[in-house]
Every structure is written in C-alpha cells, then in structure tokens.
C-alpha cells in the first residue's frame, strides 16, 4: 500500500507560480516511478509530468515543457512539481501517482495509487 497526499495548490495569477508537493507513505519511496496529472473541468485526465525511481529521467506533456519541473527527494519521501509561467488553461485539480512497477509512464492506467488532488486556479 501507498499513500500519496498533494500539497500546495492554490490561486495564483497568470505568469505567476506555484510548487506542489506528493508527500508518500507505506512503501520504500524511492524503489517506484512518480507521475503528475491533472483534470480540468469537463475534460479528461492528462498527464504532467513523470520522473523515475532515480533521479535521472524525467519527461513532460508538451504543453507544460519548459514551464514545469518534476523532481523528487527521496530522503523526504517527496515529489514535487514546480509550476511557472502559469496560465488561466493550467487551472485543473492536479494529482500525483506512483508506478510501482514501471518506469512511469504517461498513461493513467500504469499507476497504481492516486492521491486525493490539490486544486491549483490560476486568474486571467
């Protein structure tokens, strides 16, 4: 079992910032890949941004490249996602994911826990 809690949504202007935060519990953090996504309103969940057990590969959604950074602290048993130059289309409930077997991936369906979402707001 894992236990993911996000942290550190918020409302935040457009060209502004934010870091979330996945604080994770229950297993050997650093032995599984760790994912972001996020939902907007009416639409479907997609994926952010993913990072492996390692420190050494992560990846993007092309539509948050350059703009957002996924990292981990193992030590901390944390993920974090920073969030600049945000705009009014990042406004969505983010979520992080562990992917205890794979490399994490993109899909959502290679995740095995979900946390419970933090929701980030960003104003025109």
């Known amino acids: 079992q894992v236990q993911l809690v996000e942290s550190g949504g918020g409302l935040v202007q457009a060209g502004g910032s934010l870091r979330l935060s996945c604080a994770a519990s229950?297993?050997?953090?650093?032995?599984?890949?760790m994912g972001w996504f996020r939902q907007a309103p009416g639409k479907e969940r997609e994926f952010v941004a993913a990072?492996?057990?390692?420190?050494?590969?992560?990846y993007y959604a092309d539509s948050v490249k350059g703009r957002f950074t996924i990292s981990r602290d193992n030590a901390k048993n944390t993920a974090y996602l920073q969030m600049n130059s945000l705009n009014p289309e990042d406004t969505a409930v983010y979520y992080c994911?562990?992917?205890?077997?794979?490399?994490?991936?993109?899909?959502?369906?290679?995740?095995?826990?979900w946390g419970q979402g933090t929701q980030v707001t960003v104003s025109s």
């Open positions: 994911a562990a992917d205890l077997s794979g490399p994490g991936s993109s899909r959502s369906q290679d995740y095995d826990y």
């Open positions: 229950g297993r050997t953090f650093s032995s599984y890949a």
């Open positions: 990072i492996r057990r390692s420190y050494s590969y992560t």
